[in-house]
């Protein structure tokens, strides 16, 4: 890049025309643009033994349906690298598909989620009345997710979190990895990123007659979309997550929160939990949000 911008700025100055030094930054920023704007993201796949990639153009003989909604889903910019480059969003997932292919859907891809999770007794261990074979093969969906999203796996680690890895909710139930975005309701307007927490949030839908504008950014403003070491999945704690928003002046050894004193309020916990602010998402009777 340095040595594209020294050519530039001689041939500028050899010339002596201010033109030829804009056309060179209008070609720069063309090529800075062309790179961001690259809709496929390479990736390495695992090797199988006595398996290949066949690539997801293969996968549309008999998965038409889905095929045809992959081609705008966000997983399907995943190529393999190399000289045989391929788009491979099918098998990025499910794994080598070249015998699945050639035995006619018989034999199944590598990484099959049609057997879902294994039963577990109250001691949390598999069922017994399943066979070791049937356990083996079962895998639950957000264990193949995990492999390439290894940040929110740890982020399920944490005190505070979604029930994912004890099976009551998958990925899927706010993700959609065949069709559109990743993002179950995502959209260009930041209300839509809102519907996959209300679908199982409902009441803090509103509209409410006093409504908090945090929720016009949406809900992971203050809360974390799979875990965190705060309560209710908080991305900080107590009032340290209001003072983002809400401006507070120390004057007199007293703490100003919109022009009232609250020096004494906030050693009482937090702005909700002490009684002051309880309806943090919309209030129907209260400005102050206070019910």
């Not at 006595?50 to 349906?65: D, I, M, P, R, T």
Request: charged content about 15%.
């Amino acid at each position: 890049m340095r040595t594209f911008l020294q050519k530039i700025t001689a041939l500028a100055v050899r010339w002596g025309g201010r033109r030829l030094m804009i056309g060179g930054g209008i070609v720069l920023l063309l090529g800075v643009i062309s790179c961001t704007t690259v809709h496929r993201a390479v990736v390495v796949l695992p090797a199988y033994p006595g398996a290949k990639y066949v690539g997801s153009k293969e996968c549309e003989q008999c998965h038409e349906e889905i095929t045809k909604t992959f081609a705008t889903a966000d997983h399907a910019r995943l190529v393999a690298s190399g000289p045989n480059a391929l788009a491979a969003g099918c098998e990025s997932c499910h794994g080598p598909c070249g015998a699945h292919e050639d035995s006619g859907g018989e034999i199944k891809p590598p990484y099959s989620f049609s057997s879902g999770r294994p039963r577990l007794n109250s001691f949390g261990r598999v069922s017994l009345a399943q066979s070791p074979r049937a356990a083996e093969s079962a895998r639950a969906t957000e264990q193949v997710c995990f492999q390439c999203h290894a940040d929110v796996r740890g982020q399920f680690s944490l005190p505070n979190h979604h029930p994912v890895p004890e099976g009551r909710m998958s990925c899927m139930d706010c993700h959609s990895p065949h069709k559109a975005s990743v993002y179950k309701g995502g959209g260009t307007s930041l209300l839509t990123e809102n519907e996959s927490c209300l679908a199982c949030h409902p009441s803090q839908r509103g509209p409410q007659v006093f409504e908090h504008e945090a929720m016009r950014e949406g809900c992971t403003v203050c809360h974390t979309a799979h875990g965190s070491v705060n309560a209710k999945m908080l991305t900080a704690r107590n009032a340290t997550l209001c003072m983002k928003c809400h401006f507070q002046q120390v004057s007199g050894g007293r703490i100003l929160i919109g022009g009232s004193d609250h020096t004494v309020r906030l050693q009482q916990g937090t702005c909700w939990n002490a009684g002051c602010h309880e309806a943090v998402h919309g209030s129907r009777v209260s400005s102050s949000l206070r019910f």
